[in-house]
């Protein structure tokens, strides 16, 4: 088509047309313009494409990460109700019988019930330059609000309960000075994973009788109580944030179900 021009252009020129002349060159200019503007248009396409299967990538892996969120949280709330469960019974009674020793030392403990959220493919993301996840803008804004402010929240809450939990531990102090460690306890701060049993030095009997005097005395049953309400307040939280993670999961799920 150009070439047909250039010859058109050409014959005008020598038959002293010069009018015609310039109007089959912007002709040929226009054809130009619409070239480039096609080849850009044709390669912005294809830029978008490839940017868009990328996010989708991106969203899959991101969807696992939630998965695995999601799965942690709701095992930190499990912990939260048999933590509670087991002070609940023990704020209950005011009195407790020898029998009740061991499911003493339960309630008495109460470990750390949060879990890592895991961020890999969002950081990933964020280290590649490229941001955006084109064609999933809504999901996007949730995604970093998830990620960063939320996160945020939930590390600080974190931090809060391993405090919270340290600290409570001080009675530990006390019993220590006063009670040799059992092989039940060493069974279960070992997760049922110590490999021998030790004589003990000390009267079982009075080992218990000690046992029910610190759970009856008051710092005892503050410390019930401070495992309850630390307990209550992190369940809340992790169902909140469970919460946001499950819908987070159902949106993307069901956006690259409508992509495929």
Known sequence: ???????????????????????????????????????????NWNENKKAYESSKEYLNEILKDLEENSDLIGKGIYSCDEFMQNEVWALQLTEYV??????????????????TISDRTFQKLQNSGNTRLVGFDDIEDKLTHYFIKSKDRYDSFQEWDKFMTLEGQD??????ERLE??????????REASPREFPLGQD?????????????????????????????????????????????????????????
């Not at 460690?181 to 070992?190: T, V």
């Not at 309400?229 to 690259?256: P, Q, S, V, W, Y």
């Open 181 to 190: 460690i059992s092989n039940y306890r060493m069974d279960f701060y070992a």
């Open 1 to 43: 088509m150009i070439k047909f021009f250039r010859r058109i252009r050409k014959s005008q020129l020598l038959q002293g047309k010069v009018s015609k002349y310039l109007l089959y060159a912007m002709g040929e200019i226009a054809l130009v313009m619409v070239g480039i503007l096609l080849a850009l248009q044709v390669n």
């Open 98 to 115: 020898p029998d009740q020793a061991d499911s003493l030392w339960i309630a008495l403990g109460g470990h750390f019930v949060f879990f």
């Open 171 to 176: 009675y530990m102090k006390d019993l220590d």
């Open 204 to 260: 079982p009997v009075q080992q218990v009788i000690i046992l029910i005097d610190f759970a009856e005395s008051p710092r005892g049953r503050n410390h019930f109580k401070y495992n309850y309400m630390r307990h209550e307040r992190a369940r809340g939280f992790l169902k909140e944030m469970k919460t946001e993670t499950d819908a987070l999961i159902t949106e993307i799920n069901n956006a690259l179900t409508e992509a495929d």
